[in-house]
């Protein structure tokens, strides 16, 4: 097996061009349609106009977390609304705030709740402000244990909420990175292990089957050596936006990445299980194509699953690696979920993996005779 | 030895080989001979365990190897129709790699790797990848990877397809010389009779999955002893003339090429004034016409009515 593992690794070496062609689309692509200021801990992007006199719940906005707010004027608010950059802005006027509604998403409840909450505490503060001045009290220490006693008690509040069942955050740079590496990744995947069939062809396969060579040692080189260069792919890509683009995963890019090793070892045993079905290498390709595309198409990893709504297509969705991988990289990017949250996707992904790679060789070994 | 007891392989809708009845012995070259489609790779893959046959068996040393293949495939290398390398390694790491894979090691493995490469002829070729060899050196290599572990038969399907007349007369000899210098056993499979005429001992001669002929190059050559292989050379025919010759009672097998066609007809009937009477009456500018001692090709021509190639 050592053996069959150099020769693949030499030959990695020699014609490293579709690994590398798949590794720079993605990165290409998810680097086209991520934004810079997104990305787990920032929060998603949300523009803000200030009205005259409304200054003051600027800085408390920018202080909160689950949000990016960020300022324009107000031409370039309704511009990034009308081009569809974001789906939701914000106004603040003096004494009410605006939400301005692009595309419908539930994001623009949240919002308000965020923005509902710095106007609630700065009026409260006035008021406390007032009052306290009346009386002849300090009022910046009374604020500032207001404030304290304030960030303790709410915070707690709006994490639960946030990361709750029935929110959604849509944080779209890592649901683009993530979608389009772990799309991508099939590819090289599937391309690693249809090396089986073009052995076959090639008479390579009979050589091996002839030497004291265990079958089960031929079919572990081609697929561990397949998970490797794809899972190897998955971890560039991650790298490449963590260090250049800074992505910070909510700062647990290693906890994703081996979460997601349940995730390439599905694809690994997909691809095995869709080369005992077809006749050639063209048949896979084919095959290969239309199943990552639909997979990716119904597994959220184009648009998020939040926005389809048919019950086939979700129900489809419940059967589809792409769909678990991303839930796992958005349950820790996005809702930092811990490992034991994620035990269900992962176990998913486990149990298709075998029940794949089972089915897979078993019918590989029964065509044989042919 | 090595013995093949009334095989029969049915594909889905093919019957590639019909009760075959088969036996190679130490240190002979046995030739197995046969047209495209003949069903000569089918039976190489019985022989060497590759697929099991629909019906029969294979013995070696008087087992059945069918249910327990290894004993036999320790002692056979194969050299399959495919050039069966990874095109982009160089000969010596293929072989390097086919060799680990035989569970040779270190120093030993180097100087085997070493003694295959001179044996084909590659030695100073041993870095070259295997994309940018010709067609006559991946031949070569693909007879010497399937020679790494000291094979006792080596079982070669047609190796010589597709290459240059240099590169098939070396690898004609390297078979030759094995056999007479490391008394290897060798089963050699190709549809090129000249090829089979030259190396082998024994032949077997095949169509369509049946077995027409086997036996010495001589007891073949014997089945036609009642007949001659006449040729007549021209530069041009006209159908009439063809159709004359097919319809003559004593002319069977015509075959007709571009510049010659050959006929069989018994050795007692004296054809030369009919034919030469034929060619005058339909203007055919005779070159030559001769009586030719029977080949292989001729034993296959008598025998199915068709040239050994297409
Ligand atoms: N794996 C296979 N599946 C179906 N038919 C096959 C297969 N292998 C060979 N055949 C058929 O069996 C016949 C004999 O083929 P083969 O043994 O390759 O002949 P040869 O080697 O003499 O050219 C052919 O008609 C071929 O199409
Ligand atoms: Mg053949």
Redesign the interface.
């Known amino acids: 097996m050592?053996?069959?593992l150099?020769?693949r690794i030499?030959?990695f070496i020699?014609?490293p061009f579709s690994f590398l062609l798949f590794t720079g689309i993605s990165i290409l692509f998810a680097w086209a349609t991520s934004s810079a200021t997104g990305g787990g801990s920032d929060g998603l992007p949300v523009p803000v106009y200030v009205e005259e006199g409304a200054d003051a719940y600027e800085n408390s906005l920018k202080e909160q977390d689950a949000f990016h707010f960020y300022m324009v004027d107000k031409e370039k608010l309704e511009q990034e609304l009308k081009e569809g950059k974001v789906d939701t802005g914000v106004k603040l006027s003096e004494k009410h705030f605006d939400i301005l509604v692009g595309v419908e998403s539930p994001n623009a409840g949240l919002i308000q709740q965020a923005v509902q909450e710095v106007y609630t505490a700065e009026t409260q503060e006035t008021l406390i402000r007032e009052s306290a001045e009346n009386k002849g009290m300090n009022a910046d220490q009374v604020i500032s244990s207001y404030q304290e006693a304030l960030t303790e008690g709410t915070f707690d509040l709006s994490v639960q909420s946030f990361s709750g069942e029935e929110s959604w955050k849509y944080d779209e740079s890592v649901q683009r990175i993530g979608g389009f590496a772990i799309f991508f990744a099939i590819y090289t995947i599937a391309y690693g292990v249809v090396k089986i069939l073009t052995e076959k062809?090639?008479?390579?396969w009979?050589?091996?089957?002839?030497?004291?060579?265990r079958k089960s040692e031929m079919y572990a080189a081609n697929l561990l050596s397949s998970f490797i260069e794809g899972y190897l792919q998955i971890l560039i890509i991650f790298s490449v936006f963590y260090f250049w683009r800074g992505i910070t995963f909510n700062d647990r890019l290693i906890e994703i990445l081996l979460m997601l090793i349940p995730y390439a070892l599905t694809i690994v045993s997909l691809s095995i299980l869709i080369t005992a079905l077809v006749k050639n290498v063209q048949q896979f390709n084919a095959v290969i194509t239309i199943t990552a595309v639909s997979l990716a198409m119904i597994g959220g990893a184009f648009w998020p699953l939040e926005i389809v709504s048919n019950p086939v297509l979700l129900f489809l969705a419940n059967v589809n690696p792409i769909k678990y991988g991303l839930d796992i990289i958005q349950g820790v990017a996005v809702y930092g979920y811990s490992f034991t949250d994620l035990l269900l996707p992962m176990s998913v992904l486990t149990l298709m993996s075998v029940l794949f790679s089972g089915l897979g060789i078993h019918l590989m070994e029964k065509r044989h005779?042919? | 030895m090595l013995e093949l007891v009334d095989i029969s392989k049915r594909?889905k809708k093919v019957e590639a080989v019909k009760s075959l009845n088969m036996f190679i012995e130490q240190g002979e070259i046995v030739g197995l001979l046969g047209p495209n489609g003949a069903g000569k790779s089918t039976a190489i893959s019985i022989l060497?365990?590759?697929?099991?046959p629909t019906q029969g068996d294979v013995r070696f040393l008087k087992k059945s190897v069918i249910k327990k293949p290894?004993p036999l495939?320790?002692a056979?290398g194969?050299v399959?129709?495919?050039?069966?390398?990874?095109p982009?390694?160089s000969a010596e790491?293929n072989l390097l790699?086919?060799g680990?894979?035989?569970?040779l090691k270190g120093a030993e493995l180097k100087q085997r790797v070493n003694e295959i490469l001179e044996q084909i002829g590659l030695t100073e070729k041993r870095k070259a990848?295997v994309e940018s060899f010709s067609g006559g050196m991946k031949r070569r290599l693909n007879i010497g990877?399937a020679m790494l572990?000291s094979p006792k038969i080596l079982i070669m399907d047609e190796p010589t397809v597709g290459i240059d007349p240099q590169s098939r007369s070396y690898i004609l000899e390297t078979v030759k010389r094995l056999n007479q210098e490391n008394q290897m056993t060798v089963v050699y499979t190709s549809h090129y009779m000249e090829e089979v005429d030259y190396l082998c001992d024994r032949i077997y001669i095949m169509d369509r999955g049946n077995l027409i002929a086997s036996g010495t190059k001589e007891e073949i050559k014997q089945i036609l002893s009642s007949e001659n292989t006449i040729s007549i050379q021209a530069n041009r025919w006209n159908d009439t003339f063809i159709t004359q010759l097919k319809e003559h009672e004593y002319i069977s097998n015509v075959h007709v090429e571009e510049k010659e066609i050959t006929l069989i007809a018994p050795k007692e009937i004296n054809l030369f004034s009919d034919i030469i009477s034929m060619t005058e009456k339909h203007h055919i500018d005779l070159r030559s016409l001769h009586v030719k001692s029977p080949t292989l090709e001729d034993v296959f021509l008598h025998l199915t009515g068709r040239a050994l190639r297409d």
Do not use: C, W
């Open positions: 050592k053996g069959i150099l020769a030499r030959e020699r014609n062809r090639m008479g390579l009979d050589r091996m089957i002839l030497s004291p060579i005779i042919e | 594909f060497s365990t590759l697929i099991e290894s495939r320790k056979i194969v399959p129709q495919e050039i069966a390398l990874y982009q390694l790491e790699f086919f680990r894979i035989y569970h990848l990877v572990h």
